[in-house]
C-alpha cells in the first residue's frame, strides 16, 4: 500500500499549474502581497533586528548583488544564502502576527511557505506562475494533513505554523525544484526530521523563530533530497513516525482522497486575512466589541465589566494569564478588548511600551471576564457583553469574521492594509503601491513574473525591495 508521504509526493511532482483558477490566484496574489507587507511592516521589531544582527554576526549577510545562490532579505534591501533568506523572511512575516491564517491548519502557511519558495523563484529566476503552483502544492499538503489531525495537535501545545508548516514547505519547495516523486517523497521525510515548535513560545522571540525556522528547515529538506538525501517514506504514519508522535496515530487516507482531482485547499478553505496585528483567536471578539463602541458611542470610562464567550478551544492560542508587556498583549483577549474601547481600533501602536502602559487600559483590561463554552468546538465564535457603569447592557456576538475566507477583504482593503504596513517599516506609500502592482498579475503567464532577466534590478521578485 502506498504510504501517505509517497502519495503526497506523487501530487506534488505531477502538480499540474493549470488546475489554479482565477479564484485561487486571487488568493495566492493577496497571500504573497500581505506576507510580504508584514515583514516590511516588521523590520525595525526587536525580534527582526536581532533576528538580522545575528546573520551579520555569522556573515551571512551580503549586498543586493545578483547571486544564484542568494536571495532579498524583504525591506532590508540586503541578501543571503536561500535558507538564510527563508529563515529572516518567514520570521519577520510573523513577527507582528499580522499573517494570514489558515482555520483548518489553525496556523499561519504563508509565512513558512513563501519565503522558502520565494527564495527558489528569485535565486533561480522562475516565472511566477510556478511559483503560484508551488504555493498552491505545498498548501494542499498542509491543509490535507490539518483536516486530520490539527485541532488535537495544536490543543496539545505544538505551534502548527512551524510543525505543519514545515512539511508544506518542503513539499512546494520540491515542486519548484523539479524534483520528481521518489525525491519529494524523501524530501517530506526530511522535513519530518526538523519539525518543532511549541505554543508556549507565544509572546517572545520565540514564536516567529519557529515560523522562520520552519521555512529555512522545508527548504533545507527540498536541497537535500535534490542532492539524494533519503528519508523513510513511512515518517508520517509509521508506529513510530509523525501522526503517531505529534498527533493521536490519525488515519490521513480519508484526507488523501482526490488530490489528483476537484476544488484545490487554496480555493475550498482558503485564507483569512487579520485586521488586527494581534492573535488570530481575538479577532472575533473584537469584532465584536468595536461594533458595539460603534454602534452606541460607548467610552472607556462608561464601561464597568466586559464579559467575553468563546467557543470551546478558542482560548487555546492565548495566555492564561494578564500580559507582562506589549508582545505578551498580542495573545491577551483582556488586552485587546481594553485597548480596542479605549482606542476604538487595535493597530500596530497598540502594543508599543507607552500604550501598553496607559492606566486606563491596565484598569479596564482588569475587569474583562473570558470563559469557554462547553459545547461544540465548532464552528467558532464570539460573545461579548459590555456592562456600563449606568446599568446598561449590550451584547455582540460574532461568528463570520470580517476578512475571513467567508467574508474576503476588498481590494482596496488589502490595498490599505499594505499602505499601512509600509508606512509602519518607514518605507512609504510608494513602496506600498509598488509591490502591489507587481502582485497584480503574478502567476499569470507574461505577467510581471515574466519580466526581463537582464532588468537592472537584483531578481525579478526584488524590484521593490529598498536599496536603504
Known amino acids: 500500500m502506498q504510504q501517505a508521504a509517497e502519495a503526497f509526493a506523487h501530487f506534488v511532482a505531477g502538480f499540474d499549474g493549470r488546475r489554479l483558477t482565477s479564484a485561487a490566484l486571487a488568493v495566492f496574489r493577496r497571500a504573497y502581497a500581505d506576507t510580504v507587507a508584514c515583514a516590511v511592516a516588521a523590520r525595525r521589531e526587536p525580534a527582526a533586528v536581532r533576528a538580522a544582527a545575528y546573520l551579520a554576526a555569522t556573515g551571512r549577510l551580503h549586498p543586493p548583488v545578483r547571486a544564484d545562490a542568494r536571495a532579498t532579505l524583504w525591506g532590508l534591501g540586503r541578501c543571503a544564502a536561500l535558507e538564510d533568506a527563508a529563515f529572516y523572511n518567514g520570521l519577520a512575516s510573523h513577527a507582528l502576527d499580522y499573517d494570514d491564517v489558515s482555520p483548518p491548519m489553525r496556523g499561519h502557511p504563508s509565512v513558512v511557505l513563501l519565503p522558502a519558495l520565494v527564495a527558489v523563484a528569485q535565486a533561480r529566476r522562475l516565472p511566477g506562475a510556478e511559483l503560484a503552483a508551488a504555493y498552491a502544492a505545498g498548501l ?11 485541532r488535537q495537535h495544536y490543543a496539545d501545545g505544538w505551534h502548527a505554523t512551524a510543525t505543519l508548516g514545515v512539511l508544506g514547505a ?10 520528481d516523486a521518489h525525491a519529494t517523497c524523501h524530501a517530506i521525510g526530511l522535513a519530518v526530521a526538523q519539525a518543532g515548535g511549541v505554543r508556549e513560545s507565544f509572546g517572545t522571540d520565540a514564536k516567529p523563530f519557529q515560523a522562520g525556522h520552519a521555512s529555512a528547515c522545508g527548504l533545507r529538506a527540498a536541497l537535500l533530497a535534490a542532492q539524494g538525501f533519503t528519508s523513510s517514506a513511512s515518517a508520517l504514519e509509521g508506529r513510530n513516525g509523525f501522526l503517531h508522535l505529534f498527533g493521536s496515530g490519525e488515519d490521513l487516507r480519508p484526507h488523501l482522497q482526490g488530490l489528483h482531482e476537484g476544488a484545490l485547499e487554496i480555493e475550498s478553505s482558503g485564507l483569512d486575512f487579520k485586521k488586527y496585528p494581534m492573535c488570530y483567536a481575538a479577532h472575533r471578539a473584537l469584532d465584536a466589541v468595536l461594533d458595539l463602541r460603534r454602534a452606541h458611542a460607548l467610552s472607556a470610562d462608561s464601561v464597568r465589566a466586559v464579559q467575553v464567550r468563546v467557543a470551546r478551544g478558542g482560548l487555546d492560542a492565548l495566555l492564561a494569564r494578564l500580559p507582562a508587556n506589549g508582545l505578551e498583549g498580542k495573545f491577551s483577549l483582556p488586552y485587546g478588548i481594553a485597548s480596542a474601547l479605549v482606542d476604538g481600533a487595535v493597530t500596530f501602536p497598540s502594543f508599543s511600551a507607552d500604550a501598553f502602559a496607559r492606566t486606563s487600559v491596565q484598569q479596564l483590561m482588569r475587569r474583562v471576564e ?3 463554552d462547553t459545547g461544540p468546538a465548532v464552528p467558532r465564535w464570539a460573545e461579548v457583553i ?3 457603569i449606568d446599568g446598561t447592557e449590550r451584547v455582540a456576538r460574532c461568528e463570520i469574521l470580517r476578512g475571513s475566507a467567508q467574508c474576503p477583504p476588498s481590494d482596496d482593503e488589502v490595498a490599505a492594509k499594505v499602505v499601512d504596513c509600509f508606512d509602519h517599516g518607514g518605507l512609504g506609500k510608494e513602496m506600498a503601491q509598488h509591490l502591489l502592482a507587481f502582485a497584480r498579475d503574478l502567476g499569470e503567464a507574461g505577467g510581471a513574473a515574466a519580466s526581463d532577466p537582464n532588468a537592472p534590478s537584483a531578481g525579478w521578485l526584488d524590484a521593490f525591495v529598498p536599496r536603504r
Open 140 to 150: 494542499e499538503v498542509i491543509v490535507r494533513l490539518s483536516h486530520a489531525m490539527a
Open 170 to 179: 518542503a513539499a512546494g519547495s520540491a515542486r519548484l525544484l523539479g524534483l
Open 370 to 372: 473570558v470563559a469557554e
Open 386 to 388: 459590555v456592562r456600563s
